[in-house]
């Protein structure tokens, strides 16, 4: 059974506006969760992060949003630009489990300028 | 420059051939992990090893053995066991006494059949 899931395989948005990607789990084990930027044929370029204690953490334009009694995660981009065309994964890290992570299956944002 | 080389970036497998990947890290981290991905899906977990000369299986370990005999090296083998190993394989590695850090990975090798 998929862990995490991210539910929209694609996204589109003008260029200036907001972008939401969204991502939820199952595993109540999972303390901390990061979000990766990947481009076809590279490896995933770590994004942001947030530990389980907290609700919000912000870098820059992006923004991510916890809401552990939903199981829910966000990540906001504002305002977006054509250079953050990309597929975005959301992972979840259990430190009971060897600090592996489990990652949602992705979603490909297009971002029109 | 620190970081993780996977090397090579393309690689083509005959019929019951085994091959492997490299993966060699020069950040002194201590846990490196190999990953799946599949067009249009996530990354799935194939082994892990947080320490030299022990790692466990994840996911989808079938098909695949690894080696840690050094900190820095990671490989993979892809052996004739695993009927579709076409798939980009991803290396990446942290360092898991640094509290709450994100993994850091390589760019990849593509793997197809020929």
């Known amino acids: 059974d998929q862990q995490v899931k991210q539910n929209s395989p694609s996204l589109s948005v003008q260029e200036g506006r907001i972008s939401i990607l969204n991502c939820d789990y199952t595993?109540?084990?999972?303390?901390?969760f990061l979000w990766y930027k990947k481009y076809p044929a590279e490896g995933p370029t770590f994004l942001i992060s947030?530990?389980?204690?907290?609700d919000k953490n912000e870098d820059g334009r992006f923004t991510v949003f916890l809401n552990k009694s939903a199981k829910h995660l966000s990540l906001h981009i504002v305002p977006s630009q054509p250079g953050d065309s990309a597929v975005y994964f959301c992972?979840?890290?259990?430190?009971?489990?060897?600090?592996?992570?489990?990652f949602g299956g992705g979603t490909r944002l297009m971002v029109k300028p | 420059d620190g970081g993780i080389t996977q090397s090579p970036k393309y690689l083509f497998r005959k019929e019951g051939q085994n091959v492997t990947l490299s993966c060699e890290q020069n950040?002194?981290?201590?846990?490196m992990y190999w990953y799946r991905q599949d067009p249009g899906q996530g990354l799935r977990l194939i082994y892990y090893?947080?320490?030299?000369?022990?790692?466990q299986k994840g996911d989808i370990a079938e098909g695949y053995s690894v080696s840690r005999e050094k900190k820095e090296s990671f490989p993979l083998t892809v052996t004739s066991a695993q009927k579709n190993p076409t798939a980009f394989y991803l290396c990446?590695?942290?360092?898991?006494?640094?509290?709450?850090?994100?993994?850091?990975f390589g760019d990849g090798t593509r793997l197809s059949i020929l």
């Open positions: 992972a979840a890290r259990s430190t009971v489990a060897g600090n592996m992570l489990t």
């Open positions: 595993n109540s084990m999972f303390d901390y």
């Open positions: 947030i530990s389980s204690i907290k």
């Open positions: 950040l002194n981290h201590d846990a």
């Open positions: 090893s947080q320490i030299v000369n022990d790692f």
């Open positions: 990446a590695s942290i360092n898991t006494g640094a509290g709450n850090q994100p993994q850091h």
